[in-house]
């Protein structure tokens, strides 16, 4: 079975393989999910992530022009940028932790090797249209004169709206939080059981919070926790690395595994017959959510498109296909490994499944930690100040001791939802279903749509933009639905 699988990965990721090479100023930049702030007659500061789990901010004009130009591809400028810095900045970007609980995704709809057809497809699928909505972002940049998401928005739907997205914002980095506390809570506790110390998930996340997340939180200048997001991607790759040298080897197979003894019986590997099919049920649709957070970018498709240089639609898309095609595979890599090692008793965070006596993936986990230890705060400040800015309040009353306050409440209720919440898959295939469907699916298609009104030669991608937003609200109603099921 092994040979088999080894020939499908590099069959699925040989299309995606390209030579990267001459890495220059590999700027360390921070945390996925990002922040929009409500439109305001002044200058809007736009929250910009660079990491799935990495963010920073850009104090950005909003006096952009607000006429039609001419086609990118018919002129160029923009930043400095090449598209190997782009392509290794928005791969940062996309891949986080988050990709822990894709393969208990796959777990949701099959228990057999075979699952993993539909998988790579969903995987694919996925991908490929939030690489084309990323693209469509830039697209209305370079139409209306746009220098931010909030911008964009506000520049073809109107600022009465503004609202929706800012909430949306504001709610994916709750979530994100929300991820990073139960990840947190799991790591901590097999670390310290690792070294011979015995606590509950509770106590461990408890712990962590009062003496290292909250103390962060309450910091003013966060810029000197950007490089974190470089140590995330590492981990993630080291983490894939790890999984394949433990399913290759043979260590947590049955019946002989060296590491089996150490499971509970729930996490022991479980494989049954239904493979291929089961992406015909609902509970695929649990995949499909958890993959709409999973390519969360769009935020900073702005930002990308004008720091890149000799930035046409052409070049722009050449940095868009390579980082969205690299993420692919990295996403099916791991998510496959993972699958084919625990199957159907896959764990929503995977490393769970494995030994805390296993020095690789303890070491993984160590990565895991510091990785999101750094990144909370900096998505945190995106919770916070997302909120803030739904209740529209003004910047000169947001002073220290308001800000301490509400952080303080924000960090309580993200733990404490964090120790009663314990299946990472049902977080992340709702926030998918809830906000990753409206942040990838609908806003950006409505942003096109309306910035080529009335261009005769748009009308068949306007509508296929009306069908991807129509896909987006079902498969965002049914996943949330199956989610909660």
């Known amino acids: 079975m092994r040979s088999t699988t080894v020939s499908l990965l590099f069959l699925f990721l040989s299309p995606w393989?390209?030579?990267?090479?001459?890495?220059?100023?590999?700027?360390?930049?921070?945390?996925?999910?990002?922040?929009?702030?409500?439109?305001?007659?002044?200058?809007?500061?736009?929250?910009?992530?660079?990491?799935?789990n990495r963010k920073t901010w850009l104090r950005s004009s909003a006096a952009a022009s607000d006429g039609v130009g001419a086609s990118a591809d018919e002129t160029s400028g923009g930043g400095t940028a090449t598209i190997t810095n782009e392509v290794f900045n928005l791969v940062k970007s996309i891949v986080g932790c988050g990709v822990l609980s894709l393969p208990a995704g796959i777990a949701a709809f099959g228990n057999a090797p075979s699952a993993l057809v539909p998988a790579a497809f969903l995987i694919l699928l996925m991908g490929a249209i939030s690489a084309y909505?990323?693209?469509?972002?830039?697209?209305?940049?370079?139409?209306?004169?746009?220098?931010?998401?909030?911008?964009?928005?506000?520049?073809?739907?109107?600022?009465?709206?503004?609202?929706?997205?800012?909430?949306?914002?504001?709610?994916?980095?709750?979530?994100?939080?929300?991820?990073?506390?139960?990840?947190?809570?799991?790591?901590?506790?097999?670390?310290?059981?690792?070294?011979?110390?015995?606590?509950?998930?509770?106590?461990?996340?408890?712990?962590?919070?009062?003496?290292?997340?909250?103390?962060?939180?309450?910091?003013?200048?966060?810029?000197?926790?950007?490089?974190?997001?470089?140590?995330?991607?590492?981990?993630?790759?080291?983490?894939?690395?790890?999984?394949?040298?433990?399913?290759?080897?043979?260590?947590?197979a049955a019946p002989g595994g060296r590491f089996l003894a150490d499971l509970a019986p729930g996490m022991l590997p479980s494989f049954g017959a239904v493979g291929a099919a089961g992406a015909a049920t609902p509970q695929a649709l649990i995949l499909v959510s958890m993959l709409s957070t999973a390519y969360i970018a769009h935020f900073n498709a702005p930002k990308f498109y004008r720091e890149l240089k000799n930035n046409t639609l052409a070049r722009f898309n050449r940095m868009t296909a390579a980082s969205f095609g690299l993420s692919v595979a990295f996403y099916f890599v791991l998510a496959s490994l993972a699958f084919l090692t625990f199957g159907a008793s896959t764990a929503g965070m995977v490393l769970n499944n494995y030994s805390t006596k296993d020095l690789l993936i303890s070491a993984s986990r160590c990565a895991v930690a510091v990785s999101l230890i750094g990144s909370y705060p900096l998505m945190f400040v995106g919770t916070r100040d997302g909120l803030l800015d739904l209740l529209q309040l003004p910047e000169k009353q947001r002073t220290d001791s308001?800000?301490?306050?509400?952080?303080?409440?924000?960090?309580?209720?993200?733990?404490?939802?964090?120790?009663?919440?314990?299946?990472?898959?049902?977080?992340?295939?709702?926030?998918?279903?809830?906000?990753?469907?409206?942040?990838?699916?609908?806003?950006?298609?409505?942003?096109f749509r309306a910035a080529v009104r009335g261009d005769a030669s748009k009308k068949w991608e306007s509508r296929l933009c009306s069908l991807i937003a129509l896909v987006g609200a079902v498969v965002g109603t049914i996943g949330t639905k199956m989610a909660f099921n």
């Open 17 to 52: 393989i390209r030579p990267i090479s001459g890495f220059q100023a590999l700027q360390a930049t921070a945390p996925t999910r990002c922040r929009v702030q409500l439109r305001t007659p002044i200058s809007s500061p736009a929250f910009l992530s660079d990491g799935k």
């Open 133 to 252: 909505t990323f693209s469509l972002l830039a697209r209305v940049c370079a139409l209306t004169g746009a220098t931010s998401y909030a911008d964009a928005w506000d520049k073809t739907r109107g600022r009465s709206t503004a609202w929706i997205v800012a909430a949306s914002s504001a709610f994916d980095c709750f979530a994100g939080n929300l991820s990073y506390s139960m990840i947190l809570a799991d790591t901590v506790r097999a670390l310290l059981a690792a070294v011979g110390i015995a606590v509950t998930r509770t106590t461990a996340l408890t712990g962590l919070t009062t003496t290292v997340l909250l103390p962060l939180c309450l910091v003013k200048n966060l810029s000197s926790l950007a490089p974190f997001s470089l140590v995330g991607l590492l981990g993630m790759v080291y983490t894939a690395v790890a999984m394949g040298i433990r399913y290759f080897g043979g260590a947590y």
């Open 402 to 447: 308001l800000l301490n306050k509400m952080s303080v409440g924000l960090v309580g209720i993200i733990t404490l939802l964090a120790t009663k919440v314990t299946d990472l898959t049902f977080v992340a295939s709702i926030s998918g279903a809830m906000l990753g469907t409206s942040l990838i699916f609908i806003f950006p298609t409505l942003m």
